[in-house]
C-alpha cells in the first residue's frame, strides 16, 4: 500500500467552548471575574454512532447504566472485551482499573490511529522501571511503548506501581499526554477554576481535557482527583479521547453495528456504483431473517483473520470491512458470491477483495484512494449492507 495523508473532516468544526457570556445568559445572571465555565461535554456521537453506543454488549451493563454508551463504543473499536463468567459475557463496570491496565486501554486507543497520524514506537527490551518485574505479561508491552513515547513515566523513585489502581487525577495525565504526543500539539488549559479541588501534579492536565470535554467532574465544582478510575469510567473518558480525534480529523470513526442472530446469512451477490460525491459497494445478504451486523474501519494492512496472511489490496488506504452473523457456504443453499476480486478504479473505491468466513464473520477489504470519510447502512427486502466511500479531497 502507498503512504498517504489524513483527508480533512469535510463538515466544518463546531464550537466546543462555552464562553462565560453563554453561561451567563442561560442561568439569567452575570458571573464574577476568575468564576468557573461550566465544563464542555464532549460526548462520543463523532466516535460513535447511535446504533454502537446502543449495542447492549455486555450482560452487566444495561441500557440504562449512565457510561454504557462508552463501554459499547469501546467495545466497537475492540479496546475492550469482556469475559464469560457462568454463561454471561460480563465487562465488570465497577472494577478498578490499575495503572498498568490503563496503560493498555491508552495504548490501544492509539493504535486505532491511522500509522500516517501516529505509531508508538515499537517494544525493545521490556519496561525500564524499578518494579518492572512486577508489570503482568499483559501488559508489560504496552507500558513499554508508552514510556518510550514518553507518555508516562513513573514516580520520582523509578517506579511505575503497576497493580495500584490509578486516580482521577493520573488518568487525566495519560489522557491528555496521549492526545499531545499524537497530535504534536498542545492542548489549552481551560481559564478560570473549572473546579475547587485540583491542583498539584495533574492540574494542568485537569485544565486540559476539561476544556477539551474529554474529562467531567464528579459534582459541578468538584472533580474528586485521588478518587480511583473504574472501568466504566474509564470507558466514557477513552471514547471521548477517540471523539477528540475524530473531531479533529485525526481518526475517521469506525461504523459497527451488532448481528441479530449467529451464522445464519450469506452474500449472494455484490453491486458498485459511482456517485456524484461517493462511490458505493452493495452486499445483498440472504439465508433468513435475521440482520447481520459489521465493523467497518480504516487498517494500516490486510491480514486474512483466519491464517493471519498479509493479502495485497489496491488502493492508497484500505477499509477492513468485517460481516458479522454469516455462515459458512455449506450452511446455505444459496449461490454465494464467490468473485476473489472486484476492480472498481473510483474516486473513492479501488478494488473490493473478497476473503473467507471465520466463526460466523465474513472478512472484505475495500482499496480506497485515501482516508476518506465513509458510511454504512442497511436496506431490507432482500437485506443488503452498503458502505458510502467519499470522494477523495
Avoid at 506501581?161 to 493520573?170: E, F, K, L, N, Y
Avoid at 481551560?190 to 474529562?215: C, M, S, W, Y
Avoid at 480529523?249 to 459511482?274: C, H, K, Q
Avoid at 488506504?317 to 472486484?342: K, N, S, Y
Wanted: negative net charge; proline residues 5%.
Amino acid at each position: 500500500m502507498t503512504s498517504r495523508t489524513l483527508s480533512p473532516q469535510q463538515r466544518p468544526k463546531r464550537s466546543i467552548v462555552i464562553t462565560l457570556a453563554a453561561v451567563a445568559a442561560l442561568v439569567g445572571g452575570q458571573l464574577g471575574a476568575g468564576a468557573a465555565a461550566i465544563p464542555f461535554d464532549r460526548g462520543i456521537d463523532d466516535a460513535c454512532e447511535e446504533r454502537a453506543q446502543q449495542a447492549d454488549e455486555f450482560d452487566d451493563v444495561g441500557a440504562d447504566h449512565p457510561h454504557a454508551p462508552g463501554i459499547n463504543c469501546l467495545s466497537a473499536y475492540g479496546i475492550v472485551q469482556g469475559q464469560f463468567v457462568d454463561g454471561e459475557n460480563v465487562y465488570t463496570p465497577g472494577a478498578e482499573v490499575t495503572r498498568e491496565q490503563m496503560a493498555s486501554f491508552v495504548a490501544v486507543m492509539l493504535d486505532r490511529l491511522p500509522g500516517s497520524v501516529y505509531a508508538l514506537p515499537a517494544a525493545d527490551e521490556g519496561p525500564d522501571f524499578t518494579d518492572a518485574d512486577s508489570i503482568s505479561s499483559a501488559h508489560a508491552t504496552n507500558v513499554e511503548r508508552l514510556q518510550q513515547a514518553g507518555i508516562i513515566s513513573g514516580y520520582d523513585d523509578g517506579t511505575f506501581r503497576p497493580g495500584v489502581s490509578i486516580d482521577r487525577a493520573q488518568m487525566a495525565t495519560f489522557i491528555a499526554n496521549a492526545i499531545e504526543t499524537a497530535t504534536g500539539a498542545d492542548l489549552p488549559p481551560a481559564e478560570g477554576e473549572p473546579f475547587e479541588d485540583i491542583g498539584g501534579t495533574h492540574e494542568t492536565n485537569i485544565r486540559k481535557l476539561t476544556q477539551a470535554g474529554v474529562v467531567q467532574g464528579e459534582t459541578r465544582t468538584t472533580y474528586v482527583p485521588h478518587a480511583t478510575t473504574t472501568r466504566a469510567q474509564m470507558a466514557t473518558m477513552i471514547a471521548r479521547g477517540l471523539d477528540y480525534f475524530v473531531f479533529e480529523g485525526y481518526l475517521v470513526a469506525t461504523s459497527y453495528a451488532p448481528a441479530t442472530a449467529p451464522s445464519t446469512l450469506g452474500i449472494t451477490d455484490v453491486d458498485t456504483g459511482e456517485h456524484d460525491d461517493y462511490d458505493r459497494v452493495t452486499f445483498t445478504l440472504e439465508g433468513d431473517d435475521a440482520l447481520a451486523g459489521w465493523n467497518v474501519r480504516y487498517v494500516d494492512g490486510a491480514v486474512a483473520h483466519g491464517s493471519g496472511h498479509q493479502v495485497d489490496v489496491e488502493g492508497d488506504a484500505i477499509l477492513e470491512v468485517t460481516l458479522t452473523g454469516m455462515a459458512l457456504p455449506p450452511d446455505l443453499e444459496e449461490d454465494l458470491w464467490d468473485d476473489e476480486r472486484i476492480a472498481v478504479e473510483g474516486d473513492g473505491i479501488v478494488e473490493i477483495v473478497n476473503l473467507s468466513v471465520y466463526e460466523g464473520r465474513q472478512q472484505i477489504f475495500i482499496g480506497t484512494t485515501g482516508l476518506n470519510d465513509f458510511s454504512v447502512d442497511r436496506l431490507e427486502d432482500p437485506q443488503r449492507v452498503y458502505i458510502d466511500v467519499d470522494h477523495a479531497s
